[in-house]
């Protein structure tokens, strides 16, 4: 532990000396090293940013869930024939919730495209009939002040909306819009609350920010000829989302009669496929600016190599006197391994200085948009950090070894004479 402590300490000693010779060369090769860390930190940054971005905007539509549409089968089944269309009827829902343990929510969802009017402004908008499990599932959430719709509104049939964030600005500008109706199918509706901003990347019918929602016992009785569109559920856990899946098919399919293994008897959207595309392009997309970044990296490790490979011929006659007193080849290399190292880990340093600097600078700008915001913010993470410790450090430890053992290489017998 001693001699290693002298050995470092004789390193420093010789850096300074290198440091008062080749002060524009070190510095140089430093800001170059410094350059390639604050490309690699910023883009990995850059990367983590835009994945956290695509993961929450697929999860904009709603976390794992499934959505089902009517279908028709494409295998005769039971004596029954193909093309048969399978609907979607009002008991189906109590039937799945009872039959089917893996599904912790579920939703109908009617739909229909309706006059909005509020004073003289008409928007023509879609109305969604949909029961409360609807919001939490579909990661819609009332803004400060309002709240979604709720068990008594569907028990009571009350005409409640709930508007998309988008929607209420077209309708009432900047006002508080909690507390006020509009009009819709000429009956007056009390808004009960306005959806928070988010990112929706997955979607289907349109957005969700331009869009209302209703209780579906107020939509039936609204719409006389109100039919289900769709099914919304979510199950008990991601893992159990393809036996939630089955157990549908296999449920309805002994409703309906209809082979459980015909899948487009009923179309079921999982989002779960979408979510794990956008994490595979999203780490994709970090790999690959990463790379980029270590090749920058690496054109300051091939300075820290013409460093020392200088270095080394500077000392051609020490090494020789180390190697005829008996020294051993790590005693030789050593030095200018820690030396190239040095080099490299202050570059390193003031590189990942100066990339968290302007990390904390563009998180306070006021930047907006929704660019912006499906790109998001550049964010440093303990993993960046490691992995840019692996790479500061590899190239350090190759810029380093190979003049070391060339330095190991010299012929005694040659570097003394050596002018």
């Known amino acids: 532990m001693r001699f290693a402590a002298a050995e470092f300490a004789l390193v420093l000693r010789l850096f300074r000396a290198d440091l008062g010779h080749q002060t524009k060369r070190i510095v140089l090769t430093v800001l170059a090293i410094a350059w390639g860390t604050l490309s690699i930190v910023l883009l990995l940054s850059f990367g983590e940013g835009l994945k956290r971005s695509l993961a929450r905007g697929s999860r904009g539509m709603g976390e794992g869930i499934g959505v089902v549409w009517p279908g028709a089968t494409t295998k005769a089944f039971m004596g029954l024939p193909s093309g048969r269309p399978i609907p979607l009827k009002e008991e189906d829902p109590d039937l799945l919730r009872s039959r089917i343990p893996e599904i912790a929510a579920l939703s109908v969802e009617f739909s229909k495209w309706a006059p909005m009017t509020v004073g003289t402004k008409t928007i023509n908008t879609r109305v969604r009939g949909v029961e409360p499990e609807f919001g939490e599932m579909r990661n819609i959430h009332a803004q400060p002040g309002g709240r979604f719709l709720n068990a008594r509104d569907m028990i009571e049939k009350r005409r409640v909306v709930f508007l998309g964030e988008e929607l209420a600005s077209d309708l009432f500008g900047t006002e508080d819009v909690v507390g006020k109706t509009v009009q819709i199918n000429q009956s007056t509706f009390l808004v009960v609350g306005v959806a928070e901003k988010k990112i929706q990347m997955g979607m289907y019918n349109g957005p969700d920010r331009n869009q209302s929602c209703i209780p579906a016992p107020t939509f039936k009785s609204t719409y006389t000829d109100a039919h289900i569109e769709n099914l919304v559920y979510k199950p008990v856990s991601l893992e159990l989302g393809d036996t939630a899946k089955a157990q549908l098919y296999r449920v309805m399919g002994q409703k309906y009669h209809f082979d459980p293994e015909d899948t487009r008897s009923l179309g079921i959207w999982d989002t779960r496929e979408m979510q794990r595309i956008n994490e595979t392009i999203g780490l994709g997309i970090q790999i690959f600016l990463g790379i980029i970044g ?43 391994m820690l030396e190239a190292l040095l080099m490299t880990v202050l570059g390193g340093i003031v590189g990942t200085a100066l990339s968290l600097g302007l990390i904390a600078l563009i998180a306070v700008l006021p930047l907006k948009g929704e660019a912006f915001d499906f790109l998001g913010r550049p964010t440093f993470s303990p993993a960046i950090a490691a992995a840019t410790a692996v790479v500061l450090g590899t190239i350090g430890s190759l810029a380093g070894f190979f003049p070391a053992r060339h330095a190991s290489s010299v012929n005694p017998a040659v570097s003394l004479r050596y002018e």
């Open 294 to 336: 270590a090749l920058t990296l690496l054109v300051g490790g091939m300075g820290v190599a013409n460093i020392m490979f200088a270095v080394v011929k500077e000392r051609t006659r020490e090494i020789g006197v180390k190697m005829a007193l008996g020294a051993k080849e790590r005693q030789v290399m050593l030095p200018f």
